[in-house]
């Protein structure tokens, strides 16, 4: 059975451990904390005295820290960093949130090495995560098994780097959607309207879900998905009566008001006419950033 550590015993690391541990995986733990190592060694796993020590024990290092600075600390430190103490066909498979650029720096360094490296960043915790791999089916060889053991899906995102990217697109859509919402309860609160009642309506609108699946349906080319949607100036005129509302309210929703100014943009185009998802073209022109100087368009 492969042996498999943990380095950063946060929450989402906590949740990992102990659902490695249920699945029957010998489990290696380390923290800079002592504490959740100690909790973690009461329920079964060994210790570590660090990333190197750990990774010197183990087949696969699983690693959940706070950003990219400890990432790549714990990753390529010469004396305590997994990579100098990983064995040979030893991978890391890091489950933090960072930019796919780091993706490249750590994966040039394991690859010189002859070891392996794997962008994972997770959604939701263990045992039910969503893990994002940066690579194609097959990059995680036989620690697939030990990642489809606390997983509830397991999704390869094509490339180095693309599980980080995806797992920061899951990121802004997730938090602006938040926004989004707490701003339209605000506005529901100015208004004097109970806000368990419009939480619950809403939820059992199409506010609460259709925002990301219609998106995706002019990105998938779903062109019968998009056909059902209505014409952009439809979606114009109803926000206009929202931040109207908003107004004599007394709040004002960036969010809403950003969305405004977006879709009267569209009311000026031909795409006023059309289900309102094929304005996802415009905004692909309107979002375009001009290249940097001294880069080739």
């Known amino acids: 059975m492969r042996q498999v550590g943990v380095v950063g015993l946060g929450g989402m690391g906590i949740a990992l451990a102990e659902s490695l541990l249920d699945a029957g995986w010998p489990v290696r733990c380390y923290d800079i904390r002592t504490e959740p190592v100690a909790t973690m060694v009461a329920r079964g796993a060994e210790a570590a005295t660090s990333p190197r020590a750990l990774a010197e024990a183990s087949d696969v290092v699983l690693t959940f820290l706070p950003g990219p600075t400890q990432v790549r600390h714990v990753a390529l430190d010469p004396e305590t960093g997994v990579l100098a103490g990983l064995r040979p066909g030893g991978a890391m498979l890091d489950m933090s949130t960072c930019g796919p650029r ?7 360094a394991f690859d010189a090495a002859g070891r392996r490296y794997v962008d994972c960043p997770v959604s939701r915790k263990a045992p039910h995560m969503t893990v994002l791999v940066g690579g194609p089916a097959g990059v995680l060889g036989a620690d697939e098994e030990v990642v489809a053991a606390v997983s509830r899906v397991i999704v390869h995102c094509g490339r180095r780097g693309a599980g980080y990217a995806v797992k920061l697109l899951n990121q802004q859509v997730k938090y602006s959607w938040y926004l989004a919402s707490s701003e339209a309860l605000l506005v529901g609160s100015a208004l004097g309207l109970d806000a368990e009642t419009v939480a619950t309506a809403i939820e059992e609108s199409s506010g609460s879900d259709s925002g990301f699946s219609t998106a995706a349906e002019f990105f998938r080319g779903d062109a019968a998905g ?17 931040e109207a509302m908003a107004a004599e ?32 073209a415009l905004l692909q022109e309107l979002r375009a950033m001009p290249p940097r100087t001294g880069e080739s368009p």
């Open 226 to 242: 998009i056909a059902a949607h209505a014409p952009a100036s439809t979606i114009e005129k109803d926000l206009a009566l929202a």
């Open 102 to 108: 780091l993706a490249e720096v750590l994966g040039e």
């Open 249 to 280: 309210a007394g709040v004002r929703s960036r969010l809403l008001s950003a969305a405004v100014d977006f879709f009267v943009t569209v009311g000026g185009t031909p795409y006023r006419g059309r289900p309102y998802p094929e304005s996802s």
